[in-house]
């Protein structure tokens, strides 16, 4: 009796131990995110304080009106939002017909292609902005919604068919070969057939494709002038010029910037979290 | 059904989306930067052919090997600090159970799904001299002299801890998977050999995490090398070139320099460096996991 009854102190003690440690490294991580909303809330003259955090005397909601007009949130959110979306499905298109082809059919060079597509991985993106620049100023692709579109494709692609590659590997044959004795084609087979059974592959690779343009702006900035297609990052970008002295308002775009990917995050946290796992240890 | 199988026109129109994306949007840009680098273009007008002299200049130029440092600095920045302290993390999180385990894991992901733009900002607002969070925390320990994080000097290990904080997340994340596919049964075999938790991290956890870490590290390898937003907003390679990274060093030779030449070939060797990089620790990894 005794002998558990020290056990379980033992335990209490130790998850005690483990939680603080947790909740240190939390502190660290989320801390800062805390301060930027915090200070977004106060007016610009108390943020030169001594304290970690201010006590706005008045809620300052005005910052973040000012935040959302002068930001052009909505334009920018909207355009983030429909660049991506149409990116994941490009990219869902595309790696599910290579990888068919890749993974299924019978031809000599299916590994030297799989290779060549798979070479994007390696490549730094960064590197390809100045040709890039070029090559869409030629072709007058600067400023429209192609020049982002085309290189989130272009990188994201490498991932999405290694994920696709490996996920149809899993899936039986017998259902397509079926659906192919009673005369389906393949490109309906591939459309009717297959692609539902790709359910958890499709999550993943949508994650990751997110994930990865969601943020982007280097490319964005170099490629667009006009606000049309700018996307989210470019509210803070745009911001810090024009209210430069603000600091408080500037804050407040931060702030509300953020909003959106941490709201979608935390709302579907589980999803992400098996995703980007699935993703990571097999990418 | 082979016939169908081998349906070349078939193959081709499956693969040609993909192959065409590849070749318009990877291949034939490395090409024309091969070709640029080869002249004194910049950015306008005419080209003239210079031969490798741009590649020579390359050699002799020290913000070059700065930027080549720094990122040295920072893969070591990730392997000997970031890394650790997510196994470690991902370690003690994976004994928790219940809710804490969900919300810490989401915690310590959040960063990564802010964008690098706010991330970039919301560090040069923590390390300013007047307001900034990081003089504050030090005045509370009473240290009063304001330092300035981003000037010289300073600067290149400011820059190193916003990229280890940002990456944590991320990192943690892949350990954390890597350890919760550990089969429970070596830990309760252990349990009962009386293994305290010290011995059952180095010589279960780790030995078996060592695929995942291989993994990983090549990533943060490749990432380190790759950088380029955080510094571009942050310090844009300044003061001087201190914080320079190659893909900012090129960005910046063409657009603010105006040598859009020397920008493509530095983007050359760039590609050529990731290139061998890679081929070279999966070639290392491989040869061992063989031994």
């Known amino acids: 009796m005794e002998f558990v009854g020290k056990k379980r102190k033992n335990q209490t003690l130790g998850n005690v131990f483990k939680i603080t440690c947790l909740s240190f490294v939390a502190i660290i991580q989320i801390f800062p995110l805390v301060w930027l909303f915090d200070f977004s809330l106060a007016s610009s003259n108390e943020l030169f304080t001594n304290g970690l955090l201010i006590i706005p005397k008045k809620i300052q909601w005005g910052n973040y009106v000012k935040a959302f007009v002068d930001g052009n949130f909505l334009l920018y959110l909207k355009n983030s939002l429909l660049i991506n979306t149409l990116a994941v499905i490009i990219v869902l298109i595309i790696s599910i017909m290579a990888a068919f082809a890749i993974t299924r ?17 390696m490549i730094p993106i960064h590197a390809t902005i100045l040709p890039n620049y070029q090559i869409y100023n030629k072709l007058g692709l600067t400023d429209t919604i192609w020049a982002l579109l ?37 490109y309906r087979m591939l459309a009717v057939i297959i692609t539902p059974l790709m359910k958890s592959s499709i999550a993943t690779v949508s994650i990751m494709t997110f994930l990865n343009n969601w943020n982007e702006f280097m490319m964005a900035s170099t490629y667009l002038s006009s606000n049309t297609w700018k996307t989210l990052p470019f509210s803070v970008l745009e911001f810090t010029g024009e209210y430069s002295s603000n600091y408080a308002v500037q804050f407040a775009v931060m702030a509300l910037t953020a909003l959106p990917a941490v709201l979608i995050y935390v709302l579907l946290n589980k999803h992400i979290t098996k995703g980007v796992a699935a993703g990571a240890v097999k990418g | 059904m082979q016939k169908l199988y081998s349906n070349k026109w078939v193959i081709l ?32 007008g005419n080209a003239t052919y210079v031969g490798l002299e741009n590649y020579k200049n390359l050699m002799s130029d020290a913000a070059f090997w700065t930027a080549l440092r720094n990122s ?16 470690i993390t991902a370690a003690i999180l994976d004994k928790l159970q219940g809710k804490a385990e969900g919300f810490f894991r989401c915690v310590y992901f959040i960063p990564n799904v802010i964008s690098v733009a706010i991330i970039a900002y919301l560090w040069k607002f923590i390390y300013n001299p007047n307001f900034g969070l990081l003089n504050n925390i030090l005045k509370i320990f009473g240290y009063n002299k304001e330092v300035n994080w981003l000037g010289s000097g300073m600067a290149i290990w400011s820059v190193l801890v916003v990229l280890i904080w940002h990456g944590f997340g991320w990192g943690m994340l892949i350990y954390y998977t890597g350890i919760k596919n550990i089969d429970p049964v070596l830990y309760e075999a252990a349990a009962i050999d009386g293994a305290n938790t010290r011995t059952v991290f180095m010589k279960i956890t780790l030995p078996l995490m060592k695929p995942v870490i291989q993994v990983n590290v ?26 320079q990274f190659l893909a900012n060093y090129l960005y910046k030779q063409a657009f603010s320099s105006f040598k859009y030449g ?22 290392m990894f491989q040869e061992k996991e063989v031994k």
């Open chain 1, 150 to 186: 085309i290189p989130y494709v272009a990188f994201s692609l490498p991932q999405g068919v290694f994920l696709t590659c490996s996920f149809m590997d899993s899936i039986p044959r017998e259902l397509e070969e079926a659906a192919l004795i009673d005369g389906c084609n393949i």
């Open chain 1, 105 to 121: 059919m019978s031809w000599k060079l299916s590994p030297v292609v799989r290779n060549i597509l798979l070479l994007g991985m």
């Open chain 2, 218 to 243: 090549t990533l943060a390898i490749i990432a380190a090398l790759k950088q380029m937003e955080t510094v571009y907003l942050l310090t844009n390679g300044g003061p001087g070139n201190e914080t």
């Open chain 2, 72 to 87: 040295i600095l920072l893969a070591f920045g990730f392997i000997l600090i970031q890394h650790p302290l997510a196994i």
């Open chain 2, 262 to 283: 020397y920008g493509n070939a530095i983007s050359v060797v760039f590609i050529v460096i990731c290139l061998v990089i890679t081929v070279a620790l999966n070639k």
């Open chain 2, 13 to 44: 129109s499956l693969v040609a989306p993909g192959l065409l994306t590849f070749i318009f949007a990877i291949l034939a840009p490395i090409c024309l930067s091969f070709y640029y680098g080869l002249t004194d273009f910049s950015g306008l």
